[in-house]
Every structure is written in structure tokens, then in C-alpha cells.
């Protein structure tokens, strides 16, 4: 039927047939845009939440549990600061983080040897959905002890290397039988805390259970004697610390030095941590 024999009945029913086509066709547009609007929405919103976890130390981020040492700390008299004797200078190692120099705390011959300690455990592969790095040095009698590489890797290997500066060369451990979550790669005290959870911390006295060496407040391996505590959490300056350093947490940028008899030696400090 042409246009012209339609009655006009018919033409404004056909007219009001198209308007409503082309108004159910503009409301599905307006729920398309709508959807693209909510799902980026969603986007933006989801984004914001990562940000938020990485920021405030969730798992896509370093943890809570290694950031805030919550440790009751004093400050350092001013008659230990002016007996004291400065730390002697270290030689950048493998880790960037100068080496220790001087006899061993303690040898390997009673570490731990895959069994479990204190709820810490020995894995075929390093565990880092935690990774952290704690300094730890200790005197005696006002000289350095090396904290030997090795510890909490039974069965380890190390090899000899030099990396690019600023690193510098030293034996560092490539592999072992096993890794606990608390072990040492080089003789630069750095014990890396290298767990498979976000939320468990650890302790110093751990770390020696596992080592298989003494530690308390009167005796640091074979040493023994008044154990000088100095604890210095992240971006804050050295404090003393007066209770059991059994109980001093490990974490992220933690600095622990034990400065058994005397002299007291001066709180190590390091600056750069060459990406640890």
C-alpha cells in the first residue's frame, strides 16, 4: 500500500510506531553508556583498593607486622654516649651492606638442621611472600663478631662473587638444602626474614634458637657479661632497649646491635640498603 493511499489513521499509527522504536532504541544506548560508566566505576573503585592495601602495608605491600617494632625503647645517656668507642668501618659486600670483620660469634656445628624451630620451618625454596631485612651486629669487649654466612641454610654453598659496585665482592650463599624463614646470605649480619605469611613476626631469640647459640640479657653465644641492647627502627634514630632481646621483633629496615662487657660500642648505622 503506497503512501498516498494510506488513510490517515494509518500513517500517524506507522509515525507513532517509528517514535516509539527510536525511544526504546535511545533508552538502550543510555543503558549502555550507563554500564560502561559503572563498570569503569568498578575499575577506578578497585584500583583505589589496591592503592589502599599497598599503602597502608597489605599483602601487595610490605606487612604490618615487619614495619611497626612497637618496642619500648629509652633514650641513650649521655654518659654511655661519652664513653663509647665508634664502630670500626666496613667494606661494602655482596649485599651492599659492609662486611663484618673479625672471629665468629658462634660456628654452624649446632644449628638447626631442617627441623622445625619455634614454629619456624625449613622449605625447599625461600618462602617471600614476606621479604624483609633486619642489621643485626654484636661486639664484645668492644669488637666485632661476624655472624657467619650459612645460618638457617643447612646444606649451603656459597661462592665467591663481585657484583657491580656500589656492592662490593664476598662470599655469599647461592644455595642449600633447605631455607628456614630467618637466614643469613653473607657476613654482613643482614638476616632476611623470608616467610610465606603477612601476618606472623618473629623474633631475635628465633633466630638464635635456629642458629643453636645462647642469647639473653647476660650472654651472647660464649660471651658473657652485661648485654648492651641498641634497637633503631626505621627512619627514627638509635634508642637503648633494656629487656630480653630474646623478644626483639625482625622486620623491615629493623637495626638490632648487642654490645656484650665493655667498651660499649657506638649503634652501627646503616643508610643504604642497596634495594634490600
Known amino acids: 500500500m503506497s503512501p498516498e493511499t494510506k488513510s490517515k489513521a494509518q500513517r500517524r499509527a506507522e509515525a507513532q510506531r517509528r517514535a516509539a522504536e527510536q525511544r526504546a532504541a535511545e533508552k538502550r544506548k543510555k543503558r ?24 597502608s602495608g597489605g599483602s601487595s605491600g610490605t606487612p ?41 660469634l658462634a660456628t654452624l656445628v649446632n644449628e638447626a638442621n631442617g627441623q622445625t624451630v619455634d614454629g619456624v620451618q625449613c622449605n625447599a625454596g625461600e618462602k617471600t611472600v614476606s621479604h624483609v631485612h633486619t642489621h643485626l651486629t654484636v661486639f664484645v669487649n668492644g669488637k666485632s663478631r661476624v655472624i657467619p654466612y650459612g645460618v638457617g641454610i643447612p646444606g649451603f654453598q656459597a661462592e665467591e662473587i663481585n657484583p657491580p659496585a656500589p656492592a662490593g665482592p664476598g662470599p655469599f650463599v647461592v644455595t642449600g638444602t633447605c631455607y628456614y624463614w630467618l637466614h643469613v646470605h653473607a657476613t654482613d649480619g643482614i638476616i632476611h626474614i623470608e616467610s610465606p605469611s603477612t601476618t606472623q613476626g618473629f623474633t631475635l631469640g628465633q633466630f638464635f634458637d635456629e642458629w643453636g647459640v645462647p642469647l639473653s640479657s647476660t650472654q651472647v653465644g660464649s660471651a658473657t657479661g652485661n648485654v648492651t641492647v641498641f634497637f633503631t627502627s626505621p627512619g ?25 662487657g665493655t667498651p660499649v660500642v657506638a649503634p652501627v648505622q646503616i643508610t643504604n640498603w642497596g634495594g634490600l
Open 32 to 55: 549502555t553508556r550507563l554500564g560502561v560508566r559503572v563498570g569503569g566505576a568498578v575499575v577506578v573503585l578497585a584500583l583505589v583498593i589496591v592503592l589502599i592495601v599497598v599503602v
Open 64 to 104: 604490618q607486622v615487619f614495619t611497626n617494632p612497637h618496642v619500648a625503647l629509652e633514650p641513650i645517656p649521655a654518659s654511655m654516649k661519652a664513653s663509647w668507642v665508634q664502630p670500626p668501618a666496613g667494606k661494602p659486600g655482596p649485599e651492599v651492606i659492609p662486611l663484618t670483620t673479625g672471629p665468629k
Open 236 to 260: 627514627k634514630g638509635p634508642m637503648l632497649y633494656t629487656g630480653d632481646p630474646r623478644n626483639l621483633p625482625l622486620g623491615n629496615h629493623y637495626q638490632i646491635q648487642l654490645s656484650v
